[in-house]
């Protein structure tokens, strides 16, 4: 592994389904992120791990939740899918929080 | 409130310069970031200004004017692989960016 890996590439879920998305780094980054990117509208953050153990809500959290059990892996959680989460995610890392941001490949996530 | 304001789309001409603008308005400022997005892909890093003033980085420059709230990004030379959406972000007084919408760049030869 070279730099951030996500899974899946793509996924169609029914509403009301739960999902995770993978997000793995390699890099010994103590910071990772969970972006969505809409058309239209920037990329906006949706939740945030300065460090293993810690955690921190961004702009838009509800309906998602992540854990940072370890330095190397972020994953992001839709409890109850609903259409509106239909996006492509991004996971991103940076050695710490003040520095540049990495992202990964991204995950095309549908919502039906 | 915390906004970030750049072109939708621009068009130039292979082998020319163009420049990309963007303006930002953050609870506090540290810095203002030049990411490359070619579409389907992840967006790349390519610049990062925190003082006044030009970086120059091969054949793409960035400028900021933190007085203004103003940065531009300016590539010369262009090329057919330059076509892309270039975002612009500000990070605020916590480190959190705030993104622009993006700025598609159409080259024509």
């Known amino acids: 592994i070279a730099g951030i890996t996500q899974a899946p590439t793509s996924q169609i879920l029914a509403a009301g389904r739960r999902m995770t998305l993978r997000c793995t780094q390699d890099m010994r980054h103590n910071a990772m992120y969970w972006y969505r990117q809409d058309l239209g509208l920037g990329l906006r953050l949706i939740h945030y791990?300065?460090?293993?153990?810690?955690?921190g809500k961004g702009e838009v959290p509800d309906g998602y939740s992540v854990s940072r059990a370890n330095t190397d892996d972020f994953p992001l959680t839709l409890a109850s899918a609903v259409p509106s989460q239909t996006s492509v995610y991004f996971c991103?890392?940076?050695?710490?929080?003040?520095?540049?941001?990495?992202f990964g490949p991204g995950t095309r996530l549908t919502v039906l | 409130g915390q906004n970030i304001d750049q072109p939708t789309e621009m068009t130039a001409t292979e082998g020319a310069i163009v420049q990309i603008n963007c303006t930002y308005q953050t609870s506090g400022f540290n810095g203002l970031f030049w990411y490359q997005q070619h579409a389907g892909e992840a967006p790349t890093f390519l610049s990062y200004n925190v003082l006044d003033g030009l970086e120059e980085k091969g054949r793409f420059s960035s400028f900021l004017s933190r007085s203004k709230g103003y940065s531009y990004l300016l590539l010369k030379e262009l090329q057919m692989k330059d076509s892309a959406s270039y975002l612009c972000?500000?990070?605020?007084?916590?480190?959190?960016?705030?993104w622009g919408a993006g700025t598609k760049l159409i080259i024509k030869p």
């Open positions: 791990s300065n460090t293993a153990g810690t955690t």
């Open positions: 991103a890392s940076s050695a710490l929080e003040t520095d540049t941001q990495y």
């Open positions: 972000a500000a990070a605020d007084s916590n480190y959190q960016l705030i």
